[in-house]
């Protein structure tokens, strides 16, 4: 079966500290894809990162990173100095090669930065 | 840019209603997709399809049909309301296409609907 964990449902922190979501994944198949999205108070999803199963190298996006560990099956994402404007709700969710499959997402992280 | 667009943010409707709920996107993706979303259970799929008048039952699809005649455009239709079915509903769309953006699902701004 194909599951994401994430076993955080809301964290608080204040502003400029370093926070860190965690995403667990389920999967039999050896190609997959990771997915975060950002969904903040507008409510639209917003794409972060896709990170395939061969390519295990951490990403950093401006204050964004991303720790994947394929041996702890793993998608972890970390906001360094969270902004007031990081609270959103945040999800991960896995896909398969076969591209013609949904998205199989957590049921998300919320995260409030206090001024 | 993709833009996927729904009929409406907010939507009130009666119980026993036939609801018709409406996304279209713009950028000739094949795959196109329904969530619900509720507090504390995350995005649920209700139906999606891979191509015109083809679709597929998700996670929830009891309560909720879909129609597909053109390739932009995806329907939700709640043929009875029912309170229960009060939720905030994503479409969604993603294309088959090799390249940096394969697979990567792209959301409308939601619909909070609203059953009395």
């Known amino acids: 079966a194909q599951k994401v964990t994430q076993a955080q449902t809301e964290i608080s922190v204040v502003e400029k500290e370093d926070v860190t979501l965690d995403c667990v994944y389920e999967?039999?198949?050896?190609?997959?894809?990771l997915f975060w999205y950002k969904q903040p108070p507008s409510g639209e999803l917003v794409f972060l990162i896709r990170?395939?199963?061969?390519?295990?190298q951490n990403e950093i996006s401006g204050r964004y990173s991303w720790n994947f560990q394929k041996s702890t099956s793993s998608f972890n994402f970390t906001i360094t100095a969270s902004q007031v404007v990081d609270s959103a709700v945040y999800f991960c969710?896995?896909?398969?090669?076969?591209?013609?499959?949904?998205?199989?997402f957590g049921k998300g992280t919320r995260l409030s930065v206090i001024a | 840019d993709v833009k996927v667009t729904q009929s409406s943010r907010y939507l009130v409707k009666r119980t026993g209603e036939k609801v018709f709920l409406e996304c279209v996107q713009d950028m000739d993706h094949e795959n196109m997709f329904w969530y619900r979303q509720d507090p504390g259970l995350g995005l649920r799929l209700i139906y999606f399809s891979y191509d015109v008048k083809m679709k597929e039952k998700g996670d929830i699809p009891e309560g909720y049909s879909v129609s597909r005649e053109k390739k932009e455009r995806f329907s939700l239709i709640l043929e009875s309301a029912s309170t229960n079915q009060t939720s905030m509903y994503l479409c969604?769309?993603?294309?088959?296409?090799?390249?940096?953006?394969?697979?990567?699902?792209?959301f409308g701004p939601g619909t909070r609907l609203t059953v009395l």
């Open positions: 990170r395939n199963s061969f390519d295990e």
């Open positions: 969710a896995l896909s398969f090669r076969r591209g013609n499959t949904p998205l199989v």
């Open positions: 999967t039999r198949d050896t190609t997959y894809y």
């Open positions: 969604a769309s993603s294309s088959l296409l090799a390249g940096a953006r394969y697979n990567e699902q792209f």
